[in-house]
């Protein structure tokens, strides 16, 4: 149905800031909400923030205050603002279309001095 791509990933310190995306492929006739979910070597996979189609956004309690998602309709592509970096962060970052199983092929944050 959709490609999705996962960029943006790489190696900050604690404190600092990245911005990941992820960008669609192919033609969308509907507009579906977005996800951006997480996982630690080790860990299960985690939610992180969701956008839905009117724009109202969701966060873990980990990054709430911290993490932004946002998305670009006419590049079709989904942003995951991260501030305020810890090492807890550190993990494989996902995107998925709400209610499907498109996922993105991960892209790494590390959060280490």
């Known amino acids: 149905q959709v490609q999705l791509v996962e960029s943006g990933g790489g190696l900050v310190q604690p404190g600092g800031s990245l911005r990941p995306s992820c960008a669609a492929s192919?033609?969308?006739?509907?507009?579906?909400?977005m996800e951006w979910h997480r996982q630690a070597p080790g860990k299960q996979r985690e939610l992180v923030a969701t956008i839905a189609i009117g724009g109202r956004t969701n966060y873990a309690d980990s990054v709430k205050g911290r993490f932004t998602i946002s998305r670009d309709s006419a590049k079709k592509t989904v942003y995951l603002q991260m501030n305020s970096l810890k090492p807890e962060d550190t993990a494989v970052y996902y995107c998925r279309r709400s209610g499907t199983n498109d996922w993105g092929q991960g892209t790494q944050v590390t959060v280490s001095s």
């Open positions: 192919g033609s969308i006739f509907s507009i579906a909400a």
